[in-house]
């Protein structure tokens, strides 16, 4: 059973462009939610985080959209660029120890 | 300061074979998590160990697999009598305190393990 849904698959926005990554929970029991961006051939690194009791957190051109009603949160990556092409993931915390991922985006930005 | 650091990088088993995969935590950090990742899938939990301890293993298949930190030395993931279904990436993570809200763990950079 999935517990964190995240779409799309896959997203190919043009440079400058806003890329959206959607995430939906059914556990109101998750109380962190972090996002995690993958290069190729690489391990996972903590993008940006939030709690449910904030609606949004901006960190430079990264923003999470936090709907705390309709469990649902968002990536907002602004002014996109090729660098950020990668696959990103949302997660929440099940317990203190473990986390739950989404299946993940692929992000392709274009010049 | 080296990050978490796994070895070995790639590994090819024969089915029937054990694969043996190593990770070292961040200095300082005497917490460590193993996640799996399928082709094309998020990555799964499998278990939370401390030094000497294993803390949460339910991620874990109850056959074939078992994981270990001990006092000295690092963490090791084994799996018995390989599979082609135990062919993924297998990522360690640590952390200086219990991962939780706003405690970040730290994922090292995988073993990618193929068993023909």
């Known amino acids: 059973q999935q517990q964190v849904k995240q779409s799309p698959q896959s997203l190919i926005v043009q440079k400058g462009g806003i890329s959206i990554i959607n995430c939906a929970y059914e556990?109101?029991?998750?109380?962190?939610f972090p996002w995690y961006q993958q290069f190729p051939g690489k391990g996972p690194a903590l993008l940006i985080a939030i709690r449910p009791d904030v609606s949004e957190k901006k960190e430079g051109r990264f923003t999470i959209s936090f709907n705390k009603s309709a469990k649902q949160f968002s990536l907002h990556i602004m002014d996109s660029q090729p660098g950020d092409s990668a696959t990103y993931f949302c997660?929440?915390?099940?317990?203190?120890?473990?986390?739950?991922f989404g299946t993940g985006t692929r992000l392709q930005v274009f010049p | 300061n080296a990050g978490v650091m796994q070895n070995p990088r790639h590994l090819v088993r024969r089915r029937g074979q054990e694969a043996r995969l190593r990770c070292s935590p961040m200095k300082g950090h005497s917490h460590v998590y193993w996640y799996r990742q399928l082709p094309e899938e998020g990555l799964k939990f499998m278990v939370y160990?401390?030094?000497?301890?294993?803390?949460?293993e339910s991620g874990m298949p109850k056959e074939r697999f078992s994981a270990e930190f001990p006092k000295e030395g690092p963490s090791i993931l084994r799996i018995q009598q390989v599979v082609r279904g135990d062919s993924a990436a297998y990522f360690c993570a640590s952390s200086p305190y219990t991962a939780g809200p706003g405690n970040t763990i730290y994922f090292g950079e995988g073993s990618w393990l193929t068993v023909v």
């Open positions: 160990l401390q030094k000497e301890n294993i803390i949460d």
């Open positions: 997660a929440a915390y099940e317990t203190t120890d473990k986390l739950i």
């Open positions: 556990n109101t029991a998750f109380d962190y």
